[in-house]
């Protein structure tokens, strides 16, 4: 018994503390998390999906709200009227985010002035 619990509480203990990835995008449901490195830079890919294009405007509107919010911003280039352009600069990191009919994804480039 005691081996179990002890078995168990390691098992616990690993989930609790393992390294997560950080998400940028907080919304939506189905995420995808994809990273990789080209030309010395890593790049992050991030997709989360919505139920309806209503929702995914909503929280295209809340995630350009949270970017601006957040600490280091150095410079910003948004449009909200047709999303045509979402373009966060933190520093050592470029953030684009590309909205489509349900789904929003973004990559994020680190180690690179835009």
Known sequence: ???FILIL???LL???FRKREEH???FGKDHILRKFEQGGRTFIYEEASFGASQEMV???YQLVYELT????L???KYDLYD??????????TTLRIFRYDTYISYPLSRGYEY
């Open 69 to 72: 919010k957040r600490k280091g």
């Open 83 to 92: 999303f045509s352009y979402n373009i966060f600069c933190y520093e050592n």
């Open 24 to 26: 940028w995008l907080s």
């Open 74 to 76: 150095l410079e910003s």
């Open 9 to 11: 509480s390691i098992i």
């Open 14 to 16: 690993g989930v609790l």
């Open 1 to 3: 018994m005691a081996v």
């Open 58 to 60: 909503y929280y295209t």
